[in-house]
C-alpha cells in the first residue's frame, strides 16, 4: 500500500464518520420537528375552544356594560329629577315656612311680653329713628354722658 492509498483510505474512513455525525443530527432534528409539529397540533386544539369561550365571554361583558350604562343614565335622570324637585320643593316652602316661623316667634314674644307687663313693667327703651340705642341693650343701667 502506497502512501496515496493510505490517505485515500483515511479521508474515506473520515468522511464516513462525518456522513454518520450528519445523519445522527439529522435523525434527532426530524424527531424534534416531529415533537414540534405534535405540540403544535396540541396547542391548536386546546386555543380554539379556549378562543372562542374568550370571545363569549367578552360579548356577555359588552352586554353588561350596556345595562351599566342603560343604569347609569336612569340614575342620572333620577339625579337632576331629584334636584329640581328640592329646588322647587325649597321655593314653594322656604318663603312661607321663614314667615310662618317668624310669625310664631312674634307670638311667643308677645305672650312673654303680656305676662311680663302683668307682673312688672317693662325696661324704658331709648330708640331714634327705629333703632335701640347700645345703653338701651344693657338693660338701661347706663346713659352715654354720665358715669354711674
Do not use: C, H
Request: net charge positive; hydrophobic share 45%; charged share 20%.
Amino acid at each position: 500500500m502506497s502512501g496515496g492509498e493510505v490517505a485515500g483510505i483515511l479521508v474515506a474512513v473520515f468522511w464516513a464518520i462525518l456522513v454518520s455525525f450528519l445523519a445522527l443530527a439529522l435523525v434527532r432534528l426530524a424527531q424534534t420537528l416531529k415533537a414540534a409539529t405534535r405540540l403544535v397540533a396540541e396547542v391548536t386544539e386546546q386555543a380554539v375552544p379556549l378562543l372562542s369561550e374568550a370571545s363569549a365571554t367578552v360579548r356577555e361583558a359588552n352586554t353588561q356594560l350596556a345595562r351599566v350604562d342603560s343604569i347609569a343614565s336612569d340614575v342620572q335622570e333620577v339625579t337632576s329629577n331629584a334636584s329640581a324637585l328640592s329646588s322647587t320643593v325649597s321655593t314653594a316652602f322656604g318663603g312661607p315656612l321663614v314667615k310662618v316661623a317668624a310669625f310664631g316667634y312674634g307670638v311667643r314674644r308677645a305672650i312673654g311680653r303680656k305676662g311680663r307687663a302683668e307682673d312688672e313693667p317693662a325696661p324704658a327703651r331709648n330708640v331714634v329713628i327705629g333703632k335701640t340705642l347700645p345703653s338701651a341693650r344693657r338693660g338701661g343701667r347706663r346713659n352715654r354722658g354720665s358715669k354711674g
